[in-house]
């Protein structure tokens, strides 16, 4: 097994754990609206796990006849989940050609929205990291306890986490 892929089948472990961990917390936050996008026409099959902000945290798009789907799993800043990985999972999203955007539900008074393009970047195929780049305008949003919301913009390039050759019987250990 690659280091790659150990190191996102770790990141998938985690992710479960802190799914279970967070479903079992209710949300009393409304979500942002969802949007009523056409249906998604992506120029590429952008399906994958990409970098995040931080070592460890990373974003999973899925394209499938359905549409776009996908969540953010992050580390928690905040005092009550400083540590915590988050899951926050998409509320809407839409592919056309390039053109990616997507918001996700708020975890803890936080979420997110990205909008931008994703391009080949300069590996040689999938599973190398770097195969393409989600570059675009990525917002956090945070309420605090008086109910007032902030909002941070910052340019940002996510990049393709390479993964392992489907295609390709597994090495033997």
């Given at each position: 097994?690659?280091f790659?892929?150990?190191i996102a089948?770790?990141l998938?472990?985690?992710?479960?754990?802190?799914s279970?961990?967070?479903a079992?917390?209710?949300?009393?936050?409304?979500?942002p609206?969802?949007?009523t996008?056409?249906?998604?026409?992506?120029?590429?099959?952008?399906?994958?796990m990409?970098s995040?902000?931080k070592d460890?945290e990373?974003?999973?798009?899925?394209?499938d006849a359905?549409?776009?789907?996908?969540?953010?799993?992050?580390?928690?800043?905040?005092?009550?989940?400083r540590?915590?990985?988050?899951?926050l999972?998409?509320?809407s999203?839409?592919?056309?050609?390039?053109?990616?955007?997507?918001a996700?539900?708020?975890v803890?008074?936080?979420?997110f929205?990205f909008k931008?393009r994703f391009?080949r970047g300069?590996?040689?195929?999938?599973t190398?990291?770097?195969?393409?780049?989600?570059?675009?305008?990525?917002?956090e949003h945070?309420?605090d306890?008086n109910?007032?919301t902030?909002s941070?913009?910052?340019?940002?390039?996510?990049?393709w986490?390479g993964?392992?050759?489907?295609?390709q019987?597994?090495?033997?250990?």
């Amino acid at each position: 097994m690659s280091f790659a892929s150990k190191i996102a089948a770790f990141l998938l472990c985690l992710s479960v754990f802190a799914s279970a961990q967070t479903a079992s917390k209710p949300s009393q936050e409304a979500p942002p609206p969802a949007s009523t996008a056409p249906a998604n026409t992506a120029a590429e099959d952008i399906s994958g796990m990409y970098s995040f902000l931080k070592d460890g945290e990373f974003l999973q798009i899925n394209l499938d006849a359905n549409g776009v789907s996908g969540v953010i799993s992050r580390q928690g800043t905040q005092e009550s989940d400083r540590g915590q990985f988050l899951d926050l999972v998409f509320s809407s999203a839409s592919i056309h050609g390039h053109d990616v955007a997507f918001a996700t539900r708020p975890v803890h008074g936080v979420w997110f929205e990205f909008k931008g393009r994703f391009e080949r970047g300069k590996a040689k195929d999938k599973t190398q990291d770097g195969f393409y780049l989600l570059r675009g305008t990525l917002t956090e949003h945070a309420t605090d306890a008086n109910k007032k919301t902030a909002s941070h913009s910052h340019a940002v390039e996510l990049k393709w986490l390479g993964q392992p050759d489907d295609s390709q019987p597994a090495a033997k250990s």
